[in-house]
Structure formats: C-alpha cells, structure tokens
C-alpha cells in the first residue's frame, strides 16, 4: 500500500512538472508565433504599398501615352534588379529611363519625378 502512494505520489509530480512544461513551452510558441506575424505582416505592407504606387505610376505613364516597365531580372544582387524604365506606347521606343547601357535604371522616384515633370522640363 505505501509503495503503491509512492508511486501514485510521483506520477502526480511527473504529471504537474510536465503539465508546467507545456504550458511553458505553449507560451513560447504563441509568443515566437505572435512576432513572427508581425513581421511578416510588415513586409506585406511594405510590398503593398510599393505594388500601390507602382500601379499609380503605371495609370500615370499611361495617362501620357506612356508604358511603365519594369526590370525582368530576378536576382536581387544585378545592377537592374527592381528598376525600371519608361517606352513610348506607338513606337515602343524607350522614352527614360536606361542611361547608357539600355536596360531599366531607375526607381519608382525617378519614374514619379519624371511623370510629374512639365511638359518642356523632361531630363
């Protein structure tokens, strides 16, 4: 019979510490989740803003018989990797946007700059 309270004595206490463990380790795991959210919503909504404004700039460009493109490389370290360029909606002659080596150079400040500009002040 004490054996038996022994052993029943030590199954609780196995029981509460494992209970405190789990609890533990699912408020860690709420909590890693919790930042993990955040950030990743914060990334989102910096690409969103920046998908909202391009979209902006597209509407404008093409207010001006214009046609906003956009690098197709998708290696984050090329020189053109998220840049952009302007070509003529007619001719499909690039307008700005390529300095001298003919591939997409500017950012989305540029392109507004650009858009923006008078009529006569294009650079």
């Not at 197709?72 to 302007?86: K, Q, T, V």
């Amino acid at each position: 019979m004490v054996e038996h309270l022994q052993r029943r004595a030590e199954e609780l206490a196995w029981t509460r510490e494992n209970s405190q463990h789990q609890f533990r380790h699912s408020l860690w795991y709420a909590f890693k989740h919790h930042v993990q959210h955040r950030k990743e919503h914060h990334t989102m909504t910096e690409d969103r803003a920046e998908k909202i404004r391009e979209n902006r700039l597209r509407r404008m460009a093409a207010r001006q018989g214009l046609r906003l493109v956009k690098s197709r490389r998708r290696d984050p370290r090329a020189f053109d990797y998220g840049r952009y360029m302007l070509l003529d909606e007619q001719t499909n002659g690039v307008v700005a946007g390529t300095e001298v080596i003919g591939q997409p150079s500017w950012d989305l400040d540029d392109v507004e700059e650009r858009l923006n500009a008078p009529r006569g002040a294009e650079r």
